[in-house]
Each structure stands twice: as structure tokens, then as C-alpha cells.
């Protein structure tokens, strides 16, 4: 795949942007393998920055295009790269990888213990379609539908965060459905 101008961003974290731009792009044309192989390259460039959350960036992209790929079982790595950020993005990954590998009675145990508020910041958005897909999974229509009405009037965007293709888009298609 090209990439465009690369040449022309030479500080190390712009680049790394772009980069992650392209993969997510990829992810959100449903083009995972393309997507995946331009994750590696992101990779590469996290290693070189030194930057102590710049990896953790990637392993969150590669997380949401793990869910939205059907990857979610194989997942844990990732989720164990990612274990000290906020607690209701971690929560939720660990919801669908362990329904993923059908591990129901443990992702219903921490379901048991409810939901943690997404933070009030650039990743709510990608953080909220993840619990409603997480809420959606394990049945829990209430949620679901608080969820839904907090992502609705977000309907028909993207949401754009430095690691995040946002769950599909922020449109309420993160498997949560309308309340009747």
C-alpha cells in the first residue's frame, strides 16, 4: 500500500499519527489484513520514538480492529499491553475476549460488578461503542440502550483518536440497537 508523503513527516510522532491514520482507514474499510500489516509498521515506529505510551497507542487500535475483525480470542496480549489504562476500556476488552474464547461465567462475573464511567476526554466516544458492544454481548439491554441514547446523537461519524478507529464509527452500530 502507498503511503503518502512519508518523506515529508520527519518528527517521529506526527509520523506515527499518520501512520496510525492509515491503519485505521484500513480497519474501518473492513480491510483488516491491510490494516494489520500497516499496524506492524506502527509498531516499528512506537519502538523508535521512545515514548512510554506509544506502543500501548497501537495495541489499543490493534485491540478495536481485534473486536471489529472477529479476533477477539486471541486478544489477550494486547489487553495485557494495555492493563494500566482506564479501567472501563480495559473492563470491556476483557468482556468480549473472554466471551470470545467462551469463557461466559468469567466475562459475566466482571459484568457483575458493572460498568465503569468511560473519561471524559478524546476516548470516550471509541470507549462508549466498546461498552455497548461489550453490553450488547453479554445481553445487557439496559445498558445497551443508555449507550445507545449516549452515542445517538454522534450518528454518521468517525470517531478519530491517535490509536482508535472508534469501534466501526460512532453511530450507534457497535451492536447496540435501538430501544424499542
Not at 11 to 34: E, I, K, M, S, V
Request: aromatic share 8%; glycine share 10%; with cysteine.
Amino acid at each position: 500500500m502507498p503511503v503518502c508523503w512519508p518523506d515529508r513527516l520527519s518528527p517521529p510522532w506526527p509520523r506515527l499519527q499518520h501512520t496510525l491514520w492509515q491503519a485505521n482507514r484500513l480497519a474501518l474499510d473492513g480491510r483488516f489484513d491491510d490494516a494489520e500489516a500497516v499496524y506492524g509498521e506502527a509498531d516499528r515506529q512506537a519502538e523508535q520514538i521512545g515514548m512510554c505510551h506509544a506502543k500501548r497507542i497501537v495495541a489499543t487500535a490493534r485491540l478495536t480492529v481485534g473486536y471489529t475483525s472477529g479476533a477477539m480470542g486471541a486478544a489477550g496480549p494486547l489487553i495485557d499491553m494495555v492493563s494500566d489504562m482506564h479501567p472501563s476500556f480495559v473492563h470491556c476488552a476483557q468482556i468480549l475476549h473472554l466471551l470470545a474464547r467462551g469463557r461466559y461465567e468469567e466475562a459475566y462475573r466482571l459484568v457483575a460488578g458493572g460498568w465503569p464511567v468511560p473519561p471524559s476526554d478524546a476516548s470516550w466516544a471509541p470507549i462508549r461503542c466498546m461498552q455497548a458492544a461489550a453490553m450488547a454481548a453479554v445481553g445487557d439491554a439496559d445498558a445497551c440502550r443508555a449507550a445507545h441514547a449516549d452515542l445517538l446523537p454522534y450518528s454518521g461519524r468517525s470517531r478519530w483518536g491517535t490509536g482508535s478507529p472508534g469501534w466501526g464509527r460512532s453511530t450507534g452500530t457497535c451492536t447496540c440497537s435501538p430501544p424499542p
